[in-house]
């Protein structure tokens, strides 16, 4: 499932981003302005139902910006 890949690299993503300054989840959620429940599922790779402000919430708390695209699908 696509929605389930993509999930998953974006928790990755998150993730690593944390590591790099050693933000612990606590201070993670409080940059994002929400719970330490709500980030454990922008973690969550299985979790996809994670609604889009709370990625753009934790891309921002570590520094990035967020970007969606849609292309052109191959022809089949």
């Given at each position: ?33 929400t719970s330490r ?40």
């Amino acid at each position: 499932m696509q929605a389930a890949a993509v999930k998953r690299a974006l928790a990755e993503a998150v993730g690593e981003a944390m590591k790099e300054p050693n933000l612990p989840k606590a201070k993670m959620a409080r940059r994002m302005g929400t719970s330490r429940s709500q980030l454990d599922r922008v973690l969550d790779p299985a979790y996809t139902a994670v609604q889009l402000d709370s990625l753009i919430k934790a891309a921002n708390a570590v520094g990035r910006d967020l970007r969606i695209s849609l292309k052109r699908s191959a022809p089949t």
